[in-house]
């Protein structure tokens, strides 16, 4: 079956633009995960959403970066006013996280970003 | 979540057995050892999880110790596209937990 989709592939930005990344998950997968990796550096976490609870927010680096999943599927990744250290590789994971069961999450293959 | 200790690189023989040790001596109870790979420029790719009983599946096997402080991955017949980061992460088991992931081992397989 399909797996997680994002979009765009590259994202070449000047500094200061907004720009929006986004993810679409496994079908039927309820929770949502943001990732980040910067050159030569291993994976950070930035957020996730589970169902309909309150987004986990504890991994954002600043007040520009903000995120929104519609309708528990899609989800959008919005960086404002972008840095050049905002450059990186931002990663999507998908898992169906029902309670009970073992974790597994499904990883897209990235947004390359860079930011000029 | 614990933390993990991997060693930063290693290297392999194509057609041996690649063993990629974890060191997670502050793993919890309910915490499983889960496996992924990243190959470059890719997104990560689970491998293995396991709680306390050795794994395995059609990618590798996983050995976890009888005090579960560490684990091993192997990867039976390496092959130049095993080339990859491993991480060795441990994680709780019940519902959506954000992944943790250190340094991870750098696993070159050589022709």
């Known amino acids: 079956g399909a797996g997680v989709s994002q979009s765009p592939s590259n994202k070449v930005t000047e500094k200061g633009k907004d720009v929006e990344l986004r993810c679409d998950p496994i079908s039927g997968h309820t929770a949502l995960y943001w990732y980040r990796q910067s050159l030569g550096q291993g994976l950070e976490f930035l957020i996730y959403f589970q169902g309909n609870s309150a987004p986990d927010k504890s991994g954002l680096p600043s007040d520009r970066f903000s995120a929104e999943r519609t309708g528990g599927s899609v989800s959008t990744l919005t960086i404002q006013r972008t840095q050049q250290e905002d450059s990186a590789v931002y990663l999507c994971?998908?898992?169906?996280?029902?309670?009970?069961?073992?974790?597994?999450?499904?990883f897209g293959p990235g947004t390359r970003l860079l930011v000029l | 979540d614990a933390k993990t200790t991997q060693p930063t690189s290693m290297d392999c023989a194509e057609g041996r057995a690649a063993n990629l040790p974890c060191n997670h001596s502050?793993?919890?109870?309910?915490?499983?050892v889960y496996w992924y790979r990243q190959i470059h420029s890719q997104g990560p790719q689970y491998i293995i999880h396991?709680?306390?009983n050795n794994e395995t599946n059609e990618m590798a096997s996983l050995i976890i110790t009888e005090d579960r402080k560490s684990s091993t991955l192997i990867l039976p017949h390496a092959t130049l596209r095993d080339t990859a980061v491993y991480y060795c992460i441990a994680q709780h088991s019940q519902g959506a937990q954000k992944l943790v992931f250190g340094q991870g081992t750098r696993l070159t397989i050589n022709p």
């Open positions: 994971a998908s898992s169906l996280a029902f309670w009970g069961s073992r974790e597994t999450q499904y």
């Open positions: 396991g709680l306390k």
């Open positions: 502050t793993i919890s109870g309910n915490e499983y």
